[in-house]
């Protein structure tokens, strides 16, 4: 089945941590399934050369420079539009993996910040916007590990559980309304950045991540779903899409070639 053109009301999708991996993916991914497509992160310099390169192959791309923690910053940035079609709730990340008894409060309300209360933020902020383009879509990309737990991940697991329930919840209140509610949880994606920030850039921890794994999730593996996703008829809504590489089958239990 062929994806559906988005309508003219709801051709603006907005994606948020667009700076690199699973979001810059995604906004090259809707904007050639003909989105406009509004690319935030905080690192204005790699959001307005992403513009520029999805601009130069044809499509429509606008960059906003954007912390998804500041909630002045979000009302702001959501006045600049009468109507959107789609939120994609990106911007997150880990930080360290150290066990509960030793896991730093700081880094773990930086994740909570990031991955929960940052979607929060965009979504109250554009939730009208989506009502109004009668045809809205709020995406929300958890992960695996709001799904389950695993050792050494108590921060981010905590987090992406409480984004996997925010899109749960989300969709029992707003049941009714012109606006779908997707979560799409990855398990191991290999990006340029995700192990090596949740390593304080140290090469060799992210590099061990997927040692021996012959081919885990890439971005565009991810993206490809979000847009799928996406593109879907209007009354067909996917609640909850988990992927794994073929390799992992569940958060604790990968196959590593050795």
């Given at each position: 089945m062929a994806p559906a053109a988005p309508s003219a009301a709801s051709r603006i999708a907005v994606?948020?941590?667009a700076s690199s991996g699973i979001g810059a993916a995604t906004a090259r991914r809707l904007a050639e399934a003909g989105y406009r497509v509004v690319l935030t992160a905080r690192r204005k310099d790699r959001i307005e050369a992403l513009a520029e390169e999805i601009t130069a192959a044809g499509h429509h791309a606008t960059a906003y420079a954007?912390?998804?923690t500041d909630r002045t910053a979000v009302d702001e940035f959501a006045?600049?539009?009468k109507t959107i079609g789609v939120l994609v709730n990106n911007a997150g990340g880990a930080l360290g993996a150290d066990p509960v008894a030793t896991g730093?409060?700081?880094d773990w309300r930086t994740m909570y910040e990031t991955n929960v209360i940052g979607t929060l933020n965009l979504t109250q902020a554009l939730l009208p916007k989506l009502d109004a383009s009668g045809d809205g879509t709020i995406v929300v990309v958890s992960s695996t590990a709001g799904h389950s737990t695993y050792e050494g991940g108590g921060g981010y697991v905590a987090a992406k559980h409480g984004a996997h329930v925010l899109a749960e919840t989300l969709r029992l209140e707003i049941v009714g309304r012109p606006v779908r509610v997707i979560e799409i949880a990855p398990g191991m994606v290999k990006t340029d950045e995700f192990a090596l920030t949740r390593f304080a850039g140290d090469k060799e921890k992210a590099e061990k991540v997927y040692?021996?794994?012959a081919e885990p999730l890439t971005a565009d593996d991810v993206a490809d779903t979000i847009t799928w996703t996406i593109?879907?008829?209007?009354?067909v809504n996917v609640d909850l899409l988990v992927l794994r590489p073929r390799a992992q089958a569940s958060n604790t239990k990968v196959h590593r070639e050795l």
């Open positions: 994606v948020t941590g954007l912390d998804v006045t600049a539009f730093d409060p700081a040692q021996g794994v593109t879907r008829p209007s009354h």
